[in-house]
């Protein structure tokens, strides 16, 4: 296995990880940034004001996005195991 060749797994493997990440670290941060408006508007300091909402907009995001999240990972292992014998050579 050549340098290249790693280097060519690692940035997939991050490249599959970001792009499974993204959707829920967006609707987490933008889920945040409402709720601190919010509670600077009304001068609430709850911690778990800000938790609550960030964690059913990310199950809900889950729920959306979870069929492409899985087919995406499916498919970033299928075509891992099936170039295993090509990597070994």
Known sequence: MTPE?????????????M????PLLLVAL????????FQAATQINET?????PKLIAILITLVIAGPWMLTT?????????????????
């Not at 778990?48 to 609550?52: A, C, D, G, Q, R």
């Not at 990972?73 to 050579?89: C, F, G, I, K, Q």
Request: proline content about 2%; overall charge neutral; hydrophobic content about 55%.
């Open 5 to 17: 060749t790693v280097t060519t797994l690692a940035h997939q493997a991050m490249y599959v990880s």
């Open 19 to 22: 792009v499974l990440a993204a």
């Open 30 to 37: 933008v889920v945040g940034l409402l709720v601190s408006l």
């Open 48 to 52: 778990t004001l800000s938790f609550i």
């Open 73 to 89: 990972m499916l498919d970033y292992m299928r075509h891992m195991l099936t170039s295993v014998p090509s990597l070994a050579s």
